[in-house]
């Protein structure tokens, strides 16, 4: 399992479940240059929880997301306007899934349905809600010392293509 929230540098390790992967900086194949403290893509094979990549130090990622998705997923963070409404939308609806594995992750896969390209974006009291669901542990994603930040989450391929870099 992964460290949850964990703060990674290149050159660290995270442990997967089948062993340790150092980070890698990310590089783009299209060519994009990095882009900066901003530019947070971390990627996670779904089937085995390996780190593929990860850019710029400091980036904070979530643990295992793909507990839920059984698929290879992407997740960074960076900025993000405050939606209180739909925050609390989504917090009702993880709240009705407590103890219900089966539905969060139904749900995780819904809101990850988009058109190919675009890529969607989960709220962050969302996946706090379905960590303390599955792991009994929150994720420390609202601390004081750091700004609100959105999880963004899509396939690991979409990477590559153009328009998926920081706003």
Known sequence: M????????????LFGMDGPKPIRLYQSRNGYPQRG???????????TGSILHAVVGGTC??????????????????DMP???????????????MVGKPYEMGRLFRSLLKTEPGRAPFICST??????????????????DDLP??????CPAHLFIQPGLRDP
């Not at 403290?37 to 089937?47: P, Y």
């Not at 960590?131 to 420390?140: E, G, H, L, V």
């Open 61 to 78: 990622i979530e643990g295992p997301l793909s507990y839920f998705l059984g698929r290879e997923v992407a997740v960074g963070r960076w």
């Open 2 to 13: 992964l460290r949850l929230a964990a703060v990674v540098e290149p050159g660290d390790v």
């Open 82 to 96: 405050d939606k209180p409404r739909r925050t609390a939308e989504l917090l009702r609806e993880a709240r009705a």
């Open 37 to 47: 403290a901003s530019a947070t893509h971390v990627a996670i094979a779904g089937e």
């Open 126 to 143: 969302f996946v706090d809600a379905a960590f303390m669901m599955a792991f009994d542990a929150a994720t420390p994603l609202h601390r």
């Open 148 to 153: 609100l930040r959105t999880p963004f989450i």
